[in-house]
């Protein structure tokens, strides 16, 4: 195999699509941690940060009311303690009374000058406002100041700090959170690879099981319950091989049969032409013993041409897709014809035939096919009757399709060989068969004429009594029918 096409069956194997969905479930959320954990702790220190911001001006708020700050602008102890909230934060801590004056800026730069912002104004509404912006690493917070006795907002708190040690801290935390990362996806890769091959073993187990026998069909069932897919998959593997396990057996035994059929006549050709030349070498052969020897060689020479042009006709049919000459048939005249040409062998053997045909029967079928396997029927009807016996034929038709009767008055076949009758070589009397010069083949041979027009054929017989054959066969061939028998 070549390097494409070993990359093309890994892609498309099973186990590399397990593993990559473990992987993708087990990365994601690990990466998607990281952003988390990250997003988390800056968003909550931040948040504690201003926090504690708000509560320590809330504290300071007091002291400004109390010294009148908002208004004269002069308290040591405000000042101490608004430097020391600027300091604590190293950041800018401004004052801005009720009429958004900055009364007092830590970094002096801003004092007296009015300022109005959004934050300022919602603060005044009675908000509390933060504002963080990452870009430029720093936390505002506006804390209102709030007369206790009015409870209004007389003044407010910008406070501005630097975020630098949350910046620092967020990447140290990053660091430690990366070597988790790796070690969690090094721990995904690995149990990804473990499961996917665990998932997937048992399939690995129903190739092995099933190449395990090789050619042989005859080893056990496989099976493997782990899956319910791969128990299915072992029952549909081994009604498979029974399947062709039977179609093995079958195929032997008709190989030794048609052995054993052609070896026949030929042992008895050679029994008969030794004794020929045994006698010869004993002295004169009378003429007549000599005719009567070539005459049964003869015989058997018939007798295996004929083996061999049912087989022929029987291997013919058998194939795949079979060369069916389909056309539109009279088959009161065929079937008129078929009886005229047996008739003389019927008379011979003492057999009336007679058709009963209600109505004009036109149908599609393969003339030759049909002639034969209902000439089969009659010949067996004449072949295995009694004397002075009779065989009928009838025909019937419906709208879709046509019926042939073939019934005799003859032997009749017993109840537990009706079943295999159409089975090639199968014979009910062997010798008998034979003596009449019967190969075993003609009921086989109609079957298969019979399922090729997807027609169907039904035996009903009562040894001593006498057998009906009934065919019924679609008046309008078709293509895709499938066969019954
Ligand atoms: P064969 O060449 O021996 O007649 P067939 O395939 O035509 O072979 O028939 C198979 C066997 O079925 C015959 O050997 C015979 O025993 C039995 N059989 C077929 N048709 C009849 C019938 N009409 N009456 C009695 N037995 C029959």
Redesign the pocket.
């Given at each position: 195999m070549n390097q494409s096409g070993r990359w093309k069956r890994i892609i498309n194997s099973m186990h590399f699509r397990v593993l990559i969905l473990l992987l993708v479930i087990g990365l994601v959320p690990v990466f998607l941690m990281k952003r988390g954990i990250l997003r988390g702790f800056e968003a909550q220190t931040v948040s504690m940060r201003a926090s504690m911001i708000r509560n320590q001006c809330s504290r300071l708020s007091a002291d400004i009311i109390d010294a009148g700050y908002l208004d004269s602008g002069s308290s040591d102890v405000v000042d101490k303690e608004l430097n020391q909230i600027a300091e604590l934060y190293s950041g800018r801590v401004i004052l801005v009374n009720g009429r958004f004056r900055i009364i007092r800026d830590t970094y002096s730069i801003d004092e007296g000058k009015t300022v109005i912002a959004k934050e300022l104004i919602e603060c005044f509404q009675g908000k509390d406002t933060d504002y963080y912006v990452a870009e430029n690493d720093f936390i505002e917070v506006v804390c209102p100041i709030t007369d206790d006795v009015t409870k209004n907002v007389v003044g407010a708190f910008i406070v501005s700090i630097p975020t630098t040690d949350i910046i620092l801290a967020r990447r140290n935390l990053s660091q430690s959170v990366l070597i988790i990362e790796i070690i969690m996806v090094l721990l995904i890769i690995v149990i990804s690879f473990y499961f996917s091959r665990l998932l997937v073993r048992p399939f690995g187990k129903v190739t092995a099981m099933m190449n395990s026998g090789g050619t042989d069909f005859l080893t056990d069932d496989i099976s493997i319950p782990d899956y319910t897919e791969t128990e299915l998959l072992s029952e549909a593997y081994n009604q498979m091989r029974h399947r062709l396990q039977a179609q093995e057996e079958s195929r032997q035994m008709f190989v030794s049969n048609v052995s054993h059929e052609l070896k026949t006549p030929m042992t008895s050709m050679k029994v008969l032409s030794d004794s020929l030349i045994q006698q010869a070498q004993m002295g004169e052969v009378p003429n007549e013993l000599y005719q009567e020897f070539m005459v049964d060689i003869g015989e058997e020479i018939d007798r295996e041409n004929k083996i061999i042009t049912d087989l022929l006709t029987l291997v013919k049919m058998d194939r795949h897709s079979p060369d069916i000459q389909i056309e539109e048939t009279n088959i009161n005249d065929l079937i008129g014809l078929i009886l005229k040409r047996l008739r003389p062998i019927a008379s011979r053997s003492g057999v009336e035939l007679a058709l009963e045909s209600y109505k004009p029967i036109i149908a599609q079928v393969d003339q030759t096919k049909f002639t034969l396997a209902i000439s089969?029927?009659v010949?067996?009807?004449i072949?295995?009757?009694k004397e002075n016996g009779w065989v009928h034929i009838s025909l019937n038709v419906d709208n879709t399709y046509f019926f042939v009767k073939v019934q005799?008055s003859?032997?009749?076949?017993p109840a537990e060989?009706q079943g295999q009758?159409?089975e090639r070589f199968?014979?009910?009397?062997k010798s008998?068969?034979r003596e009449?010069?019967?190969?075993?083949?003609?009921?086989?041979?109609?079957r298969q004429a019979v399922l090729m027009h997807h027609g169907a054929i039904r035996v009903y017989?009562r040894e001593g009594e006498?057998?009906t054959?009934t065919v019924r066969i679609p008046l309008k061939y078709s293509e895709q029918e499938t066969a019954e028998s």
């Amino acid at each position: 195999m070549n390097q494409s096409g070993r990359w093309k069956r890994i892609i498309n194997s099973m186990h590399f699509r397990v593993l990559i969905l473990l992987l993708v479930i087990g990365l994601v959320p690990v990466f998607l941690m990281k952003r988390g954990i990250l997003r988390g702790f800056e968003a909550q220190t931040v948040s504690m940060r201003a926090s504690m911001i708000r509560n320590q001006c809330s504290r300071l708020s007091a002291d400004i009311i109390d010294a009148g700050y908002l208004d004269s602008g002069s308290s040591d102890v405000v000042d101490k303690e608004l430097n020391q909230i600027a300091e604590l934060y190293s950041g800018r801590v401004i004052l801005v009374n009720g009429r958004f004056r900055i009364i007092r800026d830590t970094y002096s730069i801003d004092e007296g000058k009015t300022v109005i912002a959004k934050e300022l104004i919602e603060c005044f509404q009675g908000k509390d406002t933060d504002y963080y912006v990452a870009e430029n690493d720093f936390i505002e917070v506006v804390c209102p100041i709030t007369d206790d006795v009015t409870k209004n907002v007389v003044g407010a708190f910008i406070v501005s700090i630097p975020t630098t040690d949350i910046i620092l801290a967020r990447r140290n935390l990053s660091q430690s959170v990366l070597i988790i990362e790796i070690i969690m996806v090094l721990l995904i890769i690995v149990i990804s690879f473990y499961f996917s091959r665990l998932l997937v073993r048992p399939f690995g187990k129903v190739t092995a099981m099933m190449n395990s026998g090789g050619t042989d069909f005859l080893t056990d069932d496989i099976s493997i319950p782990d899956y319910t897919e791969t128990e299915l998959l072992s029952e549909a593997y081994n009604q498979m091989r029974h399947r062709l396990q039977a179609q093995e057996e079958s195929r032997q035994m008709f190989v030794s049969n048609v052995s054993h059929e052609l070896k026949t006549p030929m042992t008895s050709m050679k029994v008969l032409s030794d004794s020929l030349i045994q006698q010869a070498q004993m002295g004169e052969v009378p003429n007549e013993l000599y005719q009567e020897f070539m005459v049964d060689i003869g015989e058997e020479i018939d007798r295996e041409n004929k083996i061999i042009t049912d087989l022929l006709t029987l291997v013919k049919m058998d194939r795949h897709s079979p060369d069916i000459q389909i056309e539109e048939t009279n088959i009161n005249d065929l079937i008129g014809l078929i009886l005229k040409r047996l008739r003389p062998i019927a008379s011979r053997s003492g057999v009336e035939l007679a058709l009963e045909s209600y109505k004009p029967i036109i149908a599609q079928v393969d003339q030759t096919k049909f002639t034969l396997a209902i000439s089969n029927l009659v010949e067996n009807g004449i072949k295995y009757n009694k004397e002075n016996g009779w065989v009928h034929i009838s025909l019937n038709v419906d709208n879709t399709y046509f019926f042939v009767k073939v019934q005799d008055s003859g032997i009749g076949i017993p109840a537990e060989d009706q079943g295999q009758i159409f089975e090639r070589f199968y014979r009910v009397d062997k010798s008998h068969s034979r003596e009449i010069g019967g190969t075993g083949l003609g009921l086989a041979i109609t079957r298969q004429a019979v399922l090729m027009h997807h027609g169907a054929i039904r035996v009903y017989s009562r040894e001593g009594e006498g057998t009906t054959f009934t065919v019924r066969i679609p008046l309008k061939y078709s293509e895709q029918e499938t066969a019954e028998s």
